[in-house]
């Protein structure tokens, strides 16, 4: 069973800065697709990033492009999520998730891709 647990989220200031971290655990081999979703009050889960453990190029939403950055440290089994030049739209609780799969393409920002999740670390972002 894999196991997801989210950190690092807060509140900042707009323009501000946050990395947020997942660290997983139960999986065996690279074969899986993770990635970084959020979800603001009344509105749907969106996702934000992902990452093919085997290696790749990541897949970014359009929001977020040259302002996240999503990495992986094996070593640890963690992964990350930078942000940087936050903006209120921002503001949202931010989940990790996880799903075997063989390929990671922009595809894989859609939600129900995910087998996995975390509980989600809230990132609040004010002016």
């Known amino acids: 069973q894999v196991r997801l647990v989210e950190s690092g989220g807060g509140r900042v200031q707009s323009g501000g800065s946050l990395r947020l971290s997942c660290a997983a655990s139960g999986y065996t081999y690279s074969n899986y697709c993770m990635g970084w979703f959020r979800q603001a009050p009344g509105k749907e889960r969106e996702g934000v990033a992902a990452l093919y453990l085997g290696g790749g190029s990541p897949s970014y939403a359009d929001f977020v492009k040259g302002r996240f950055t999503i990495s992986q440290d094996n070593a640890k089994d963690t992964l990350y999520l930078q942000l940087n030049s936050l903006k209120l739209e921002d503001t949202a609780m931010y989940y990790c998730?996880?799903?075997?799969?063989w390929g990671c393409g922009s595809w894989y920002l859609e939600p129900s891709r995910y087998m996995y999740w975390g509980q989600g670390t809230q990132v609040t972002v004010s002016s």
């Open positions: 998730a996880a799903t075997a799969s």
